[in-house]
T-cell receptor
């Protein structure tokens, strides 16, 4: 298995631009999670899906952030418009239902908004 | 109070010594506990899980759980320079399937 695949690995964009991060979970995993990691705040859960349905989006910081999971093998996290404070590493993770063994993380997308 | 708390470190240990990491959590109904290791610039990787009070050993790693005191710890025996990383404690409550992570403890193993 190729694991959780995220793209791009690095993204540099100007303030105000739209940014789309992509994730392909491990085949057969029913849960998909989007996390953000910064030095100040650590690893924060933004949103998670179960069987492609958003279950908890309470961690999404504001309306500029949106996430979709159109099918079991693909999810996107979109920031529009982007701001410098959105600079962070964004991780996607997936797990089996009920995820008793924790998650498998993707390699992350390092986002820099200038 | 943060839901999951860890000392940020760095915890400096000599090669061959035991590294002891602690984690406390606030939600009494938490059921599952995990330790992840994260090398600089890499993603977190699962190294241990523990669900019941007591000790669980896996190679050089031992996880310890005390639900009454709401803490979980990780011991790394015979520490190696390759163990130098940030160790993240994660907690999952019974309802739902999301992990809450602590801020991580940075461990430095010096040759």
């Amino acid at each position: 298995d190729a694991g959780v695949i995220q793209s791009p690995r690095h993204e540099v964009t100007e303030m105000g631009q739209e940014v789309t991060l992509r994730c392909k979970p491990i085949s057969g995993h029913d849960y998909l999670f989007w996390y953000r990691q910064t030095m100040m705040r650590g690893l924060e859960l933004l949103i998670y899906f179960n069987n492609n349905v958003p279950i908890d989006d309470s961690g999404m910081p504001e309306d500029r952030f949106s996430a979709k999971m159109p099918n079991a093998s693909f999810s996107t996290l979109k920031i529009q418009p982007s701001e410098p404070r959105d600079s962070a590493v964004y991780f996607c993770a997936s797990s089996l239902d009920p995820g008793g063994d924790g998650y498998t993380f993707g390699s992350g997308t390092r986002l820099t908004v200038v | 109070q943060k839901e999951v708390e860890q000392n940020s470190g760095p915890l400096s240990v000599p090669e061959g010594a035991i590294a002891s990491l602690n984690c406390t959590y606030s939600d009494r109904v938490s059921q599952s506990f995990f330790w992840y290791r994260q090398y600089s610039g890499k993603s977190p990787e699962l190294i241990m899980s523990i669900y019941s009070n007591g000790d669980k050993e896996d190679g050089r790693f031992t996880a310890q759980l005390n639900k009454a005191s709401q803490y979980v710890s990780l011991l790394i025996r015979d520490s190696q320079p390759s163990d130098s990383a940030t160790y993240l404690c994660a907690v999952k409550v019974a309802a739902g399937n999301k992990l809450t992570f602590g801020g991580g403890t940075r461990v430095l193993v010096k040759p």
